[in-house]
């Protein structure tokens, strides 16, 4: 369980880079494949359009760039999140003593 937060980061990394590579690759078939990681980032996804709407060029491999990055940083910190409500919800009741 402590390894959760890395692990969903590692796998978004894997899957975002899977996808936008296949839109690179062949633009004209897989080019609106990245949606799917779109809707898997919802709704930190609002963020990085704005993000990509600021940044100066308009190309697919930047769109890729700031998917991987802020899409992990995303899934670790859902993550830790979900990580940390485990571990209260587990953490056992502490009894009271009786004072006698």
Same mark, same amino acid.
């Given at each position: 369980?402590?390894?959760? #937060?890395?692990?969903? +980061?590692?796998?978004?990394?894997?899957?975002?880079?899977?996808?936008?590579?296949?839109?690179? +690759? %062949?633009?004209?078939?897989?080019?609106?494949?990245? &949606? &799917?990681?779109?809707?898997? %980032?919802? #709704?930190?996804?609002?963020?990085?359009? *704005?993000?990509?709407? &600021?940044? #100066? =060029?308009?190309?697919?491999?930047? %769109?890729? &760039?700031?998917?991987?990055?802020?899409?992990?940083? *995303? *899934?670790?910190?859902?993550?830790?999140?979900?990580?940390?409500?485990?571990? /209260?919800? /587990?953490?056992?009741?502490? =009894? #009271?003593?009786?004072?006698?």
């Amino acid at each position: 369980m402590k390894l959760l #937060p890395a692990i969903l +980061a590692g796998l978004h990394a894997i899957f975002a880079g899977l996808v936008f590579g296949l839109a690179i +690759a %062949d633009p004209g078939h897989s080019g609106l494949l990245p &949606i &799917i990681v779109f809707f898997a %980032d919802l #709704p930190c996804s609002f963020l990085m359009e *704005w993000l990509r709407g &600021i940044l #100066p =060029q308009k190309f697919l491999v930047t %769109d890729a &760039i700031v998917y991987i990055t802020i899409g992990s940083i *995303w *899934w670790y910190m859902l993550g830790s999140l979900f990580r940390t409500a485990y571990f /209260r919800i /587990r953490k056992p009741a502490v =009894q #009271p003593t009786s004072s006698r």
